[in-house]
Every structure is written in C-alpha cells, then in structure tokens.
C-alpha cells in the first residue's frame, strides 16, 4: 500500500471516529434528559403555572415559563430582523460584497457572535442600573436582540453572498433601482437563508439563560406588561435544580425535555422551510 493510500485510511478513520464522537456526545445528552425527565413530564407542568409552593415539590407547572420563552425568544427575533436585514442588504447590494468595508461588518459579527451571553447579560444589567430600568420583558428582549443580532446577520449574509452577482446586475441594467432589486431580486432569492436564519435566532434566544437572569428577571407569573419581569425555562430549568427536594429537581429534568423538544422543532421546522423555498430559487 502506498504512502498516499496510508494517509487517506488514517484521515477517513479520524474522520469518522469524530463523526461518531459528536453523534454519541448528541445521544448522550438527549437520552440522560429524557430517561430523566420524562417520568415527571406530565399535561400538568405544561397546562399550568407554578401554585404556591411549587419549589417544594407542591403542585403546579412551568406555563409561565414556556410561554415567557416564547415572548422574549419572538421579540428579540423580530426585532434582530428589523435590525439585520438592511445592513445585510446594504454590505451586498449597495456595496460590493468583498469590499473593505463589507469585510469589516463580518469581522464585527464574528467578534460579536464569539461575546459569551454573560457578557451581553452584564452590559444589560450596567445599562439598565445607569438609568434606573428594572427587570422587564422588554429589558429581556432588547439584549437578547443584542445577542442573536450578529446570528441573524451572518446567517442571512452567506445565503446572500451565494446570489449570482450576474442577477443583481442585470437588475440594475433593466432599470430597477437598487432598492427595488434588493427586495424583488435578493430577498426573494434569499428566502432560504433568511427562514434559517431567523429560525436559528429563535432557538437560540430560547435557550440562552446568562443574559435574561440580570435583564427580564423571574415571575412565577405572565407579565402585565412589558415593563414587568418575565420567566423563562432556561432559569426555571435552574431554580428547579438548585432547589433541596428530588420531586422539584426531576420537575427540573422534565421542563429540559419541553425545552429541547422545542429546539428539535424548530430544527426541524427550519430545514423544511429551507428545502421548501429553495425549490423556487432561480440559480
């Protein structure tokens, strides 16, 4: 066997025990949560808010807290959209995509994106305590905006770089204005990546804890408005566990299993939408 032969059967075995690495780590966790969990997931934790006494193994269910992921995870996505899109369209169709200028966005994401949500948290709460803001939902949703901002536009900007420079050109050459081109051409090109995007946005504002414990703080009940504080799994998925009483811990096993349900549907839900826009992609 040659030397050449030698090298490829070493990379293709390393490749492959990795491949088996991260699906067994994959596994692993799924399964510990769910043998866990699910004994002490019932229609009760879902249905129902925490009633007194709850974090001493008394009855009651975590609908505050799915339902306040909900509006902190939804309001930072739409608002991280509004913020996203023009400067994804402006770094690729106002300006040429590998120009100086684009190139240092990206970089800024990238840094932006690598920023440990401990530090968005932290940025929140010193802001907050400079003018006087208590936690709220709408302290809550303004950082984690802050946090899947640089997720959305990176996400976005590689399904954008992927559009023919040809389409948008001839765009230009037929009379259209750039903005006309950006929303008829690009963005009707983009559909893909702007669902994924917005999808992974999402799912990662839903599952982020360190940032929402200093901003949105934590309520046993839904919000009145969006200037009170709001609950979220992720920190009930905590309190849960810090408490002394196995009944609340394995309560805190089950709210996990709602949580990573959720992440697993909008997986799901996202590489539906990509297949399903990208047939009507013109390439």
Do not use: C
Request: overall charge positive.
């Amino acid at each position: 066997m040659s030397a050449k032969h030698i090298e490829e059967n070493i990379f293709k075995s390393l490749m492959i025990i990795s491949l088996i690495f991260v699906i067994g780590l994959l596994l692993s966790v799924v399964l510990a949560v769910l043998i866990k969990g699910l004994p002490s997931l019932s229609w009760e934790m879902v249905s129902q808010g925490p009633i007194g006494g709850y974090y001493m193994g008394k009855e009651g269910g975590v609908l505050n807290a799915i339902l306040g992921s909900v509006y902190l995870a939804s309001g930072a996505t739409i608002l991280a959209f509004i913020i996203s899109l023009p400067v994804v369209l402006y770094i690729n169709v106002y300006r040429k995509a590998n120009s100086k200028y684009s190139s240092f966005i990206r970089l800024a994401m990238d840094v932006l994106w690598g920023v440990p949500s401990i530090v968005y948290g932290a940025f929140g709460f010193s802001i907050m305590i400079f003018f006087g803001i208590k936690t709220s939902l709408l302290a809550g949703i303004s950082i984690l905006t802050l946090l899947i901002i640089p997720i959305a536009m990176r996400a976005m900007d590689e399904g954008f770089k992927m559009i023919p420079t040809g389409m948008i050109d001839a765009s230009l050459a037929l009379g259209a204005t750039r903005w006309e081109t950006s929303f008829k051409v690009v963005v009707r090109q983009a559909l893909p990546a702007i669902t994924t995007a917005l999808l992974l946005s999402f799912g990662r504002a839903i599952g982020d804890a360190a940032s929402v414990i200093f901003t949105a703080g934590y309520t046993d009940r839904l919000p009145s408005s969006i200037m009170k504080p709001v609950g979220s799994l992720p920190l009930s998925i905590f309190f849960q566990l810090a408490a002394p009483i196995k009944e609340v811990q394995d309560r805190a096993y089950a709210s996990a299993v709602i949580l990573t349900l959720i992440i697993l549907i909008i997986s799901i839900l996202s590489r539906y939408l990509y297949s399903k826009y990208d047939k009507n992609r013109i390439l």
